[in-house]
Structure formats: C-alpha cells, structure tokens
C-alpha cells in the first residue's frame, strides 16, 4: 500500500478533477488512483462533501495567495484586477466554477476582511463595498459556470446564422464594467 498525506490526496483528487470532471470524481476513483484502499481516504477527509471543500480551497490558492490592495491602488483598478483573478482561478480548473459554488472562504476571512478595509478606506460605504465584493463574486461564478458548461465549440455550426457566439471575456468584462460603474456612482 502506498503511503500518502492529505496534500497529496488533495492534489491527486484536483488531477482527477481536471480528468474526468466533478460529477465522475468519487473516493473510490480517487483511491485508485493513489493506489491505496478506500476506508483509508477517511483518514484524511470523513466525507466527499469535506474532500470537496479541501479541494475547492486549494484550486482557490492562486487568487487566495495574489497581492493585497496598498493605499496607493487606485479601488477601481484593483477591484477589476481582483475580480479578474478570481475568473482565472476558477477557470484553471475543470468545472472549477461547480466545485467552487457554495464553498465557505473559511481560511481566507482575514483576506476578505482587509480587502473590505481598503475599499472603504478608498471611500466605498462599508455597506456598498459589501454588496459590491458579493455580486463580483457571484457574477463571476456565474459566468464561468456558462462558459464551463458550453459544449464543443464546434457545436455553434449547428446554430441558426442569425445567432451571435458569445464571447465570454467580452460578456465578462461588460458585466464587470456595470458592477463597476454603478458602485463608483455611490461612492
């Protein structure tokens, strides 16, 4: 039997994420793959749903670990950069978006909390900043829950003429720019 941690689980279970997508990750594929009997992935995580948490967290670390705002950003440029990032985050991951949907940022409250800080140190209301980080977040999610559940691309020949592709950077970036321009109109 192979000898293994929770980091090397967790990593394993994000390979077979990328592989076969979240609906086919199970532990007992995922034991397979470790070569190691299923009971013994218990050790590390007692239920799929704790397995899927830790996995979400750590296809989250590369907009988890990216730089803080400084009070010299400018709050609209860095909000934009931050909203960004968390689309690149989950779209480095196949349905990234699916395993991220309703996960709690338990490890990231501190990170949250001085990004909060310097929007209203920037002069964003508390509230609206609030309001403002949420519906980035859930725009964002929701967008690339779209874009990750569009099928071959090569299925748009299928469509009528008259029928426009979307362009989801384009459509991401349009909604970022409303979300945006109403919270500088409050501030």
Do not use: C
């Amino acid at each position: 039997m192979t000898k293994i941690n929770r980091e090397a689980v967790i990593a394993e279970a994000l390979d077979l994420l990328d592989e076969v997508g979240l609906d086919a990750v199970s532990t007992r594929r995922l034991a397979k793959r470790l070569n190691v009997e299923q009971p013994s992935l218990y050790w590390y995580f007692r239920t799929k749903k704790d397995l899927l948490a830790a996995m979400a967290e750590a296809a989250m670390t590369p907009h988890a670990t990216a730089p803080l705002p400084t009070p010299d950003d400018d709050w609209r440029d860095w909000f934009a950069d931050n909203t960004r990032s968390f689309r690149r985050t989950l779209l480095m991951r196949r349905d990234g978006a699916r395993l991220h949907a309703g996960s709690t940022p338990t490890g990231d409250l501190d990170r949250i909390r001085r990004k909060m800080d310097f929007l209203v140190a920037s002069g964003v209301p508390e509230r609206d900043a609030q309001m403002a980080m949420l519906a980035a977040s859930r725009f964002t999610v929701g967008s690339v829950l779209e874009e990750q559940a569009e099928t071959d691309p090569g299925d748009s020949a299928d469509l009528p003429a008259d029928v426009p592709l979307i362009d989801h950077e384009s459509a991401f970036e349009g909604g970022l720019a409303l979300i945006l321009n109403g919270l500088d109109e409050r501030s």
